[in-house]
């Protein structure tokens, strides 16, 4: 049974909220944050965020508010694309639309968090927060302020930090008494057990010691810019680091309740605001560059804590812009781990745009600094950035050696596959171009290779799709995340036509439903009998005097994904406005009489193959004579 309309539009957000977030914001705004569109006709295209696809097949149509793919078949209002490409609930989409949108309403949106993906601590975790927070002041107003401060302070200025970079960042100094910050700690009423927990004390219950003392420590900030962990580096010329010449050069909190590696990005909450600005986020490879980075004026800096890069992380770096420049080390590990990135990247997000610093001669970001200074740094990260193609190519001319047949070969197999992931058909020109140049290979030759190379690649996706979204008859994909490529648009047969153009009317035309009424009329899909009877249901409270309803409206009401999906699609469909002479009740037997004459036809044909399958001839002959009568019936009727 389909669900009631407005089952989950509750979900406690008044239905005028609901609407006057809506009314307020334009959904070509919100949809270009993750997809550059052009105007072709009334729509808008681009290509699709959620698949992989070589053209654009996602359109939004500003007119009636709505997008949809005609490759994977999602669609909906703009609510729908927070939730689909976001991982939002409804409520989540709400409220981050509004805030898109600056649309100001007087809603405590607090009351709505559901914890799916505002982080909610609990009260054991909140406490732990709070003592690292203390601990935080503690070390910073040490290292600005005191004696014990003052080597430290040499040290940072000596690494050319500002002032404002050493506040920014809240560096501070473990003091190396260990048991100061454990004593400063409890005189704040943290118990043992707390200071236990946090990672950062070591010891016996009377004794506990900081782990960090004598090191310069950085505070380690989540998304909302709390202190969750630190990192602290040794001291050159302490105590600490004479007696102990073999420590490592940076110590990093454990992980803890509250401090997770594998998702944890230094500095997220601060390059957050930049990155909007610049319109694009630096990924680093060491926390000291995005320090460094900062100090310079380049303030959309994050990095990875010391682990290669995660598709947690990668998530959040989605989240938070469009564009990403990776800038690790020039050494051989860096340029490995920039390789991994890409790819990394690559796969898991279509939407991101990507693009490489190259450092050269092993320098890592803060090195360059030091050597070249914050001008020409500042110059390179604007200046210098090469494609991923670029880099890849870079990286495999050393790693190839192309005086070679063996390297050639391999140079050229693992350049055509980066390229044939490549949508726009003249950068793939470009490129394949540069790969004969490099190999000596004529780019006739090299662009067959390629065509061939990307067939393979097509074939393997649709082979993956048959096997994830057959039972969708209409979208043709399914909606879980691991169907993550398009179904290539399948050509729909006339009954499907009909239907979905029959249920264009009976939104946009009310008198459809007077030439419907007093039939016992049924669609022969599922899914738009699902829609048509919500359409029915909904339309009994809310036509105007006219026997009108708000198309944008009923979409609004739907709860489920696939309905979005379909009521989008039919919405989307270029229609004349006024229904044609006898237009329903063609409508109406191509999907009644007809549909149904196909469907037998169908199942005849299956019937017959196995009838010739077994040799059974007298059952065949039975069979012909059904289907030559099927086909008298479709004749008989003139269209
Ligand atoms: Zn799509």
């Known amino acids: 049974m389909p669900a009631k309309v407005?089952?989950?539009?509750?979900?406690?957000?008044?239905?005028?909220?609901?609407?006057?977030?809506?009314?307020?914001?334009?959904?070509?705004?919100?949809?270009?944050?993750?997809?550059?569109?052009?105007?072709?006709?009334?729509?808008?295209?681009?290509y699709c965020p959620f698949h992989k696809e070589r053209t654009p097949s996602f359109t939004v149509n500003e007119e009636k508010q709505i997008f949809h793919c005609f490759s994977c078949g999602r669609g909906g209002n703009v609510f729908r694309f927070m939730e689909e490409i976001e991982g939002y609930s409804f409520p989540q989409a709400v409220q981050k639309v509004a805030e898109a949108g600056n649309v100001s309403i007087s809603f405590d949106w607090?009351?709505?968090?559901?914890?799916?993906?505002?982080?909610?601590?609990?009260?054991?975790?909140?406490?732990?927060?709070?003592?690292?927070?203390?601990?935080?002041?503690?070390?910073?107003?040490?290292?600005m302020n005191t004696e014990n401060g003052h080597q430290g302070l040499i040290y940072l200025y000596d690494r050319g930090l500002s002032k404002e970079t050493l506040d920014a960042y809240q560096i501070g100094i473990a003091p190396e008494d260990g048991r100061l910050a454990a004593q400063h700690l409890l005189n704040k009423e943290f118990t043992t057990e707390e200071l236990q927990n946090s990672g950062i004390f070591v010891g016996d219950q009377d004794r506990l010691k900081?782990?960090?003392?004598?090191?310069?420590?950085?505070?380690?900030?989540?998304?909302?810019?709390?202190?969750?962990?630190?990192?602290?580096?040794?001291?050159?010329?302490?105590?600490?680091y004479e007696n102990h010449p073999d420590a490592a050069k940076y110590l990093n909190s454990p992980e803890t309740e509250i401090f997770e590696k594998n998702t944890f990005l230094f500095n997220l909450d601060l390059a957050q605001n930049e990155a909007r600005r610049a319109k694009e986020l630096v990924l680093f490879e060491g926390f000291m560059d995005v320090i460094a980075s900062h100090n310079e004026?380049?303030?959309?800096?994050?990095?990875?804590?010391?682990?290669?890069?995660?598709?947690?992380?990668?998530?959040?770096?989605?989240?938070?812009?469009?564009?990403?420049?990776?800038?690790?080390?020039?050494?051989k590990p860096g340029q490995k781990a920039t390789l991994r990135a890409i790819n990394l990247i690559q796969d898991q997000s279509s939407r991101l745009k990507l693009n490489v610093l190259a450092f050269e001669q092993n320098l890592d970001p803060d090195e360059f600094i030091q050597k070249y200074g914050g001008e020409r740094y500042v110059n390179f990260v604007l200046n210098k950035r090469l494609s991923p193609i670029h880099f890849m190519r870079n990286y495999y001319r050393q790693e190839f050696s192309l005086e070679t047949d063996n390297g050639k070969i391999q140079f050229i197999n693992v350049m055509l596959e980066a390229i044939a992931k490549i949508q726009q058909p003249i950068d793939r020109d470009i490129y394949v171009g540069e790969v004969a140049e490099d190999t000596g290979v004529s780019k006739d030759t090299l662009?067959?290779?390629?065509?061939?190379q990307s067939a393979k690649q097509q074939n393997h996706q649709s082979y993956q799709e048959q096997d994830q979204g057959n039972h969708h008859h209409f979208s043709g994909n399914s909606h879980s995340e691991v169907g993550l490529q398009a179904a290539p648009s399948k050509k729909k047969s006339q009954l499907e036509k009909s239907e979905l153009l029959l249920l264009y009317r009976l939104l946009y035309n009310s008198e459809t439903w007077l030439l419907i009424a007093n039939r016992d009329f049924h669609f022969q899909s599922s899914e738009v009998e699902t829609v048509y009877m919500l359409l029915s249901d909904y339309r009994d409270n809310h036509q105007d005097i006219d026997g009108e309803i708000d198309p944008g409206a009923f979409l609004q009401a739907l709860s489920g994904a696939e309905e979005q999906r379909l009521v989008a699609e039919v919405m989307?469909?270029?229609?004349?406005?006024?229904?044609?002479?006898?237009?329903?009740?063609?409508?109406?037997?191509?999907?009644?009489?007809?549909?149904?004459?196909?469907?037998?036809?169908?199942?005849?044909?299956?019937?017959?193959?196995?009838?010739?399958?077994?040799?059974?001839?007298?059952?065949?002959?039975?069979?012909?004579?059904?289907?030559?009568?099927?086909?008298?019936?479709?004749?008989?009727r003139v269209n």
């Open 6 to 46: 407005g089952d989950q539009l509750a979900n406690f957000i008044p239905e005028e909220i609901i609407n006057e977030v809506k009314n307020n914001v334009n959904i070509l705004d919100v949809t270009s944050q993750f997809v550059d569109l052009q105007k072709r006709g009334r729509n808008y295209f681009g």
């Open 447 to 452: 662009l067959q290779q390629l065509d061939s």
């Open 297 to 331: 004026g380049v303030g959309n800096g994050v990095a990875s804590m010391g682990t290669s890069l995660t598709s947690n992380q990668i998530k959040a770096i989605e989240r938070t812009s469009k564009q990403v420049l990776i800038a690790y080390d020039g050494d």
């Open 210 to 240: 900081d782990r960090f003392a004598g090191r310069v420590m950085f505070p380690l900030r989540n998304p909302q810019g709390k202190t969750v962990g630190f990192s602290g580096r040794i001291l050159p010329g302490s105590n600490h």
């Open 110 to 143: 607090s009351a709505l968090d559901d914890g799916q993906q505002t982080t909610n601590y609990s009260s054991a975790q909140n406490r732990l927060i709070q003592l690292h927070e203390e601990l935080r002041k503690f070390y910073h107003y040490l290292l």
């Open 572 to 636: 989307n469909l270029e229609v004349a406005p006024d229904i044609g002479e006898g237009e329903v009740e063609d409508l109406i037997y191509n999907i009644q009489i007809k549909g149904n004459i196909e469907q037998k036809m169908q199942s005849l044909d299956d019937e017959i193959a196995y009838a010739k399958s077994v040799d059974d001839f007298a059952q065949i002959g039975i069979l012909i004579k059904e289907k030559i009568d099927l086909l008298k019936q479709i004749k008989s």
